[in-house]
């Protein structure tokens, strides 16, 4: 049976550091599929991400699915924000 | 005849000027789609247009597709560059 996707958060770190997590994480024998989550600024991220790990490293995988969506953050002073998100898709064969 | 997309590139302006971008090119009546492109820092910016002016103007709006990729970037200094970019197509019925 496979595994279910491995979900990754891309936050504030450099792309390079959620590139190897997304490396380790498919080179597992059971993992096929990597969803990369990511909020606001860190959406940039996310498609660096994408994009460096299939050029540089893994030429086969594909980007198989990426979608957008809206989400409310609280905030400190009250209240909430809206945020846009994304969700990247990463399969190999 | 139906006129080709309408390409919109996303830069460094607020995104609520792309958002009224939009609605103007899809109020046309022979214009039913959309390209917005960014690079960089911007492909944040682009989602936020595609999110804004589904959820608060345009509900029956779809993003019918989503691509990213790299481009090469030449720099002030010599060489080059690589940066991330995206494609998002806004469809209306």
């Known amino acids: ?3 279910e996707a491995t979900v990754i958060y891309i936050g504030r770190k450099p792309p390079m550091n959620y590139v ?3 490396i380790t994480s498919l080179n597992s024998p059971d993992s ?3 969803i990369l ?3 606001g600024r860190a ?3 996310a498609v660096d991400v994408a994009e460096i790990t299939r050029r540089r490293f893994m030429k086969e995988l594909e980007i198989s699915k990426i979608t957008t969506g809206t989400e409310e953050l609280p ?3 009250g209240g909430t924000r809206m945020v846009s998100s994304i969700e990247i898709t990463l399969t190999r064969p």
Chains 1, 2 share one sequence.
């Open 1 to 3: 049976m496979s595994k």
């Open 20 to 22: 190897l997590f997304v």
């Open 32 to 34: 096929k599929e990597v």
């Open 37 to 39: 989550k990511a909020r």
């Open 43 to 45: 959406i940039t991220t």
């Open 75 to 77: 905030v400190e002073e």
